[in-house]
């Protein structure tokens, strides 16, 4: 069968099972666009390449399937390096087209030339530039297989404007046939027997363990396993920024998030521990604070599929290279094995109770406000969480309402928390969260926001609403970039420079208008919760709820860049017991 | 410079050594130096690279190297177990009565002299990059106008064990 470049793509997408892309055409990419007109795959059409690319992430973020995104050359290309880079550093599984210049003109500073194999070559897990028709099969094949498979990532196929108008003999590579073309990629995912004994000897042995578990373990869809292996060995759980939901809130093993911004508790935790008992997580500056002062005493086991996470910031005593899913399976069967057999467990009472005294004198706090004073951030995060509808997904944007989202939020299942944690891009949630519900559809998606990020992708929800997808945003509206405004506050005496937005512009109500949405302004706490209800009734088009809350409102507990974990600010209620973290 | 040698062998695809070369950038590693040429069986292409182990553990350089899709196969070699190779190129300025000089010092070296002019003599000598550092030194003092060195390139001694040490290895999948 003879199909054009175009067609043997686009049925190659199809082949992989895409059923959904998001993205915008141009030039280059404008034959591969004709058959997509005949093809079962859903476009959404975006109105920024930078939001295909954080849709295609929010896709896959909440439905464990690669995000895909396809759009022109130069500068399309160049619109996506964001949302690469931002795959790349939460190893989110991704597949971008872009269209390049015809293989005659490369090279020649054509119109909308440009490297963009170079550009992204640090940003994906792997890239290619299709130089024939006949390749396209096995170029998409292994994109997706690269893609979704070991540590996942992005991976992007640059194909030149005549390569889509050559005619090809189409053809579908075996499975074989992939993995013998790529003889440089076998990633590994069972753990080495050998060091799983050993993990399990140290776990029984240790009388201070916490399960430190990353975004690896969602990756692994390993959610199950974590908690069977959390409730039989009865040990504490932290979940990093990434790892949120992977073990629920509620449960009584949960210590919440570790970090710069976690709670007293979760860090602690981990300072104090003998094991840490590493699950797909990856020792990041925002977790260990100054990594020589970072859980003195403590073993190291560490379960990554990726061998370069090993020994990159903290040397393992034990490093299983491995899915988190298959090796946690084989660490339960390995306990239970050495428990049968007679090994003791140590006594970890006592670390429990200073658990537990931790937890119950240093919860997270805010002060609430007085009738007639602002509005709290807090407060509105915790009356979206206590007014969610069963199963809610929430995305973030990233600055201080990011923070408090995770904080604030009880995430008790899997997949239902979306935010750019690796990379920290502003302009994440509102595309995020239009990609999270194209994927997840019966879900209510939140969009928490700041008015800051909103601002750098909002334009986005003309495609929600055009397209149908029924987002909701809360903006926390501090009219400051918050976050930088905090570290000035903190760090820097108080001089603020550069980081006062603006008050009253723009008109977020009226923007949400504009863009087909519901618009609602909240200046008070009383208007918070019918705010609320009526953005959770409304199923026909995005509502952008504005709440103006406390400028002065900070995130703590904070550890400060650079210091260690026991350097950690406290609420300032809590400052003065701050000894009894010992 | 406490250096070590890698011998990674790669699928021979384009934007193989960009995507090593970024690789070592991009994380701070640093290369002494680098060469390239395609390995025995085709469509593989064999760079020898010598790092600079002062820059970054070597562990962390050979696996962040292996994660990159066209890498199959990186051997460490020892400096002490392999055979180190590399080739010297220079022009040396001379007048004609030091040139007998300079022939004379390539020929101790087992040098070779390539071509000769009133005012300059171009020389080149391969061998231990040991032995070129030495030659260097010692034209140095006549005036070099032009030099070019390869970079090295090696393989392990052959003994009766193998002192191919290979750190990282992705087999036939299975
Ligand atoms: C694209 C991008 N530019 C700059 C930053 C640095 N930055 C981090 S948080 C932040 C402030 C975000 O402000 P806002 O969206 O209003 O959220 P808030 O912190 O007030 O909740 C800035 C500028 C970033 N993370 N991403």
């Given at each position: 069968?003879?199909?054009?470049?175009?067609?043997?793509?686009?049925?190659?997408l199809?082949?992989?099972?895409v059923e959904v892309m998001f993205g915008l055409?141009?030039?280059?990419?404008?034959?591969?666009?004709?058959?997509?007109?005949?093809?079962?795959?859903r476009h959404i059409?975006v109105?920024?390449e930078q939001g295909a690319g954080h849709m295609a992430e929010g896709y896959a973020h909440v439905t464990?399937r690669p995000g895909v995104a396809m759009v022109?050359?130069?500068?399309?290309?160049?619109?996506m390096?964001t949302p690469l880079?931002d795959a790349y550093?939460d190893?989110i599984p991704m597949v971008c087209i872009?269209?390049?210049?015809?293989?005659?003109?490369?090279?020649?500073?054509?119109?909308?030339?440009?490297?963009?194999?170079?550009?992204?070559?640090?940003?994906?897990?792997?890239?290619?530039?299709?130089?024939?028709?006949?390749?396209?099969?096995?170029?998409?094949?292994?994109s997706?297989?690269?893609a979704?498979?070991?540590?996942p990532g992005p991976t992007l196929?640059?194909?030149?404007?005549?390569?889509?108008?050559?005619?090809?003999?189409?053809?579908?590579?075996?499975?074989?046939?992939?993995?013998?073309?790529?003889?440089?990629?076998?990633?590994?995912?069972?753990?080495?027997?050998?060091?799983?004994?050993?993990?399990?000897?140290?776990?029984?042995?240790?009388?201070?363990?916490?399960?430190?578990?990353?975004?690896?373990?969602?990756?692994?869809?390993?959610?199950?396993?974590?908690?069977?292996?959390?409730?039989?060995?009865?040990?504490?759980?932290?979940?990093?920024?990434?790892?949120?939901?992977?073990?629920?809130?509620?449960?009584?093993?949960?210590?919440?998030?570790?970090?710069?911004?976690?709670?007293?508790?979760?860090?602690?935790?981990?300072?104090?521990?003998?094991?840490?008992?590493?699950?797909?997580?990856?020792?990041?500056?925002?977790?260990?604070?100054?990594?020589?002062?970072?859980?003195?005493?403590?073993?190291?086991?560490?379960?990554?599929?990726?061998?370069?996470?090993?020994?990159?910031?903290?040397?393992?005593?034990?490093?299983?290279?491995?899915?988190?899913?298959?090796?946690?399976?084989?660490?339960?069967?390995?306990?239970?094995?050495?428990?049968?057999?007679?090994?003791?467990?140590?006594?970890?009472?006592?670390?429990?109770?200073?658990?537990?005294?931790?937890?119950?004198?240093?919860?997270?706090?805010?002060?609430?406000?007085?009738?007639?004073?602002?509005?709290?951030?807090?407060?509105?995060?915790?009356?979206?969480?206590?007014?969610?509808?069963?199963?809610?997904?929430?995305?973030?944007?990233?600055?201080?309402?990011?923070?408090?989202?995770?904080?604030?939020?009880?995430?008790?299942?899997?997949?239902?928390?979306v935010?750019?944690?690796?990379?920290?891009?502003?302009?994440f949630?509102?595309p995020a969260a239009i990609g999270a519900?194209v994927g997840?559809?019966?879900?209510?998606?939140?969009?928490?926001?700041?008015?800051?990020?909103?601002?750098?992708?909002?334009?986005e929800?003309?495609?929600?609403?055009?397209?149908?997808?029924?987002?909701?945003?809360?903006?926390?509206?501090?009219?400051?970039?918050?976050?930088?405004?905090?570290?000035?506050?903190?760090?820097?005496?108080?001089?603020?420079?550069?980081?006062?937005?603006?008050?009253?512009?723009?008109?977020?109500?009226?923007?949400?208008?504009?863009?087909?949405?519901?618009?609602?302004?909240?200046?008070?706490?009383?208007?918070?919760?019918?705010?609320?209800?009526?953005?959770?009734?409304?199923?026909?088009?995005?509502?952008?709820?504005?709440?103006?809350?406390?400028?002065?409102?900070?995130?703590?507990?904070?550890?400060?860049?650079?210091?260690?974990?026991?350097?950690?600010?406290?609420?300032?209620?809590?400052?003065?017991?701050?000894?009894?973290?010992? | 410079?406490?250096?070590?040698?890698?011998?990674?062998?790669?699928?021979?695809?384009?934007?193989?050594?960009?995507?090593?070369?970024?690789?070592?950038?991009?994380?701070?590693?640093?290369?002494?130096?680098?060469?390239?040429?395609?390995?025995?069986?085709?469509?593989?292409?064999?760079?020898?690279?010598?790092?600079?182990?002062?820059?970054?553990?070597?562990?962390?350089?050979?696996?962040?190297?292996?994660?990159?899709?066209?890498?199959?196969?990186?051997?460490?070699?020892?400096?002490?177990?392999?055979?180190?190779?590399?080739?010297?190129?220079?022009?040396?300025?001379?007048?004609?009565?030091?040139?007998?000089?300079?022939?004379?010092?390539?020929?101790?070296?087992?040098?070779?002299?390539?071509?000769?002019?009133?005012?300059?003599?171009?020389?080149?000598?391969?061998?231990?990059?040991?032995?070129?550092?030495?030659?260097?030194?010692?034209?140095?003092?006549?005036?070099?106008?032009?030099?070019?060195?390869?970079?090295?390139?090696?393989?392990?001694?052959?003994?009766?064990?193998?002192?191919?040490?290979?750190?990282?290895?992705?087999?036939?999948?299975?």
């Amino acid at each position: 069968m003879k199909l054009t470049g175009a067609q043997a793509l686009i049925k190659s997408l199809e082949m992989e099972g895409v059923e959904v892309m998001f993205g915008l055409p141009g030039g280059c990419i404008l034959p591969a666009y004709d058959p997509l007109l005949d093809s079962s795959i859903r476009h959404i059409l975006v109105r920024h390449e930078q939001g295909a690319g954080h849709m295609a992430e929010g896709y896959a973020h909440v439905t464990g399937r690669p995000g895909v995104a396809m759009v022109t050359s130069g500068p399309a290309a160049t619109n996506m390096v964001t949302p690469l880079c931002d795959a790349y550093m939460d190893s989110i599984p991704m597949v971008c087209i872009t269209g390049q210049v015809s293989t005659t003109a490369i090279g020649t500073d054509a119109f909308q030339e440009c490297d963009t194999v170079g550009i992204t070559r640090s940003v994906t897990k792997h890239n290619e530039l299709v130089m024939t028709a006949q390749n396209l099969p096995m170029a998409v094949r292994q994109s997706f297989r690269i893609a979704t498979t070991g540590r996942p990532g992005p991976t992007l196929i640059d194909v030149p404007k005549d390569v889509l108008q050559n005619s090809m003999e189409w053809y579908w590579p075996t499975d074989a046939e992939v993995v013998d073309s790529l003889p440089g990629y076998r990633p590994n995912v069972k753990g080495h027997p050998r060091m799983i004994k050993e993990a399990a000897k140290l776990i029984l042995a240790s009388e201070r363990p916490i399960l430190y578990v990353g975004g690896g373990i969602l990756k692994a869809r390993a959610a199950d396993a974590l908690r069977e292996l959390a409730e039989m060995t009865d040990i504490h759980v932290v979940t990093t920024l990434m790892a949120r939901g992977a073990f629920p809130d509620d449960h009584p093993l949960c210590l919440g998030m570790p970090g710069m911004h976690g709670n007293a508790t979760a860090i602690t935790a981990l300072q104090r521990s003998d094991l840490l008992i590493t699950l797909g997580a990856r020792f990041d500056d925002r977790i260990t604070g100054k990594v020589s002062t970072f859980a003195p005493d403590a073993k190291v086991i560490h379960v990554d599929i990726d061998p370069a996470e090993q020994g990159k910031v903290r040397r393992p005593d034990v490093p299983i290279v491995g899915d988190c899913r298959l090796v946690i399976e084989e660490l339960i069967r390995a306990i239970r094995d050495m428990e049968q057999s007679g090994t003791p467990r140590a006594d970890t009472g006592a670390w429990k109770s200073r658990i537990s005294g931790w937890r119950e004198q240093f919860p997270l706090s805010y002060e609430a406000s007085e009738p007639g004073e602002a509005l709290k951030p807090q407060y509105c995060l915790e009356q979206l969480r206590d007014n969610a509808p069963e199963g809610t997904i929430l995305v973030s944007g990233v600055g201080q309402h990011q923070m408090w989202s995770s904080q604030y939020w009880r995430f008790n299942e899997p997949y239902t928390w979306v935010n750019s944690g690796g990379l920290g891009t502003m302009g994440f949630s509102v595309p995020a969260a239009i990609g999270a519900k194209v994927g997840r559809p019966d879900r209510t998606v939140w969009a928490v926001d700041g008015d800051g990020c909103f601002q750098m992708t909002a334009q986005e929800l003309v495609t929600a609403s055009v397209e149908r997808i029924p987002i909701k945003v809360a903006i926390l509206n501090n009219s400051y970039l918050g976050m930088v405004r905090q570290w000035q506050e903190m760090f820097y005496d108080e001089r603020y420079s550069e980081v006062y937005l603006s008050p009253e512009l723009p008109d977020f109500v009226k923007w949400a208008e504009a863009m087909g949405c519901v618009g609602i302004r909240v200046d008070s706490p009383e208007e918070v919760q019918p705010a609320i209800d009526k953005a959770n009734s409304i199923d026909d088009r995005p509502v952008v709820v504005d709440f103006r809350v406390d400028a002065r409102e900070k995130v703590f507990p904070m550890v400060p860049a650079g210091m260690g974990n026991d350097d950690l600010i406290l609420p300032d209620s809590q400052m003065p017991r701050k000894g009894a973290l010992k | 410079m406490n250096h070590h040698i890698l011998s990674v062998l790669v699928q021979n695809r384009p934007g193989v050594l960009a995507r090593v070369a970024g690789l070592f950038a991009r994380r701070d590693y640093n290369i002494f130096s680098l060469a390239v040429a395609p390995a025995e069986n085709e469509g593989f292409s064999r760079i020898t690279i010598v790092v600079d182990v002062d820059s970054a553990p070597l562990e962390q350089i050979t696996k962040q190297l292996f994660k990159l899709i066209e890498v199959v196969k990186i051997s460490e070699l020892d400096p002490l177990r392999s055979v180190e190779r590399e080739l010297l190129l220079a022009t040396v300025r001379v007048s004609p009565e030091q040139r007998g000089q300079v022939v004379e010092l390539a020929t101790i070296f087992e040098g070779k002299i390539l071509a000769v002019g009133v005012e300059a003599i171009t020389i080149s000598l391969d061998g231990h990059p040991d032995k070129l550092d030495d030659f260097e030194e010692l034209l140095a003092g006549y005036g070099i106008v032009e030099l070019q060195r390869t970079g090295r390139v090696a393989l392990p001694k052959l003994d009766k064990e193998s002192r191919l040490r290979a750190v990282a290895h992705k087999g036939k999948a299975g």
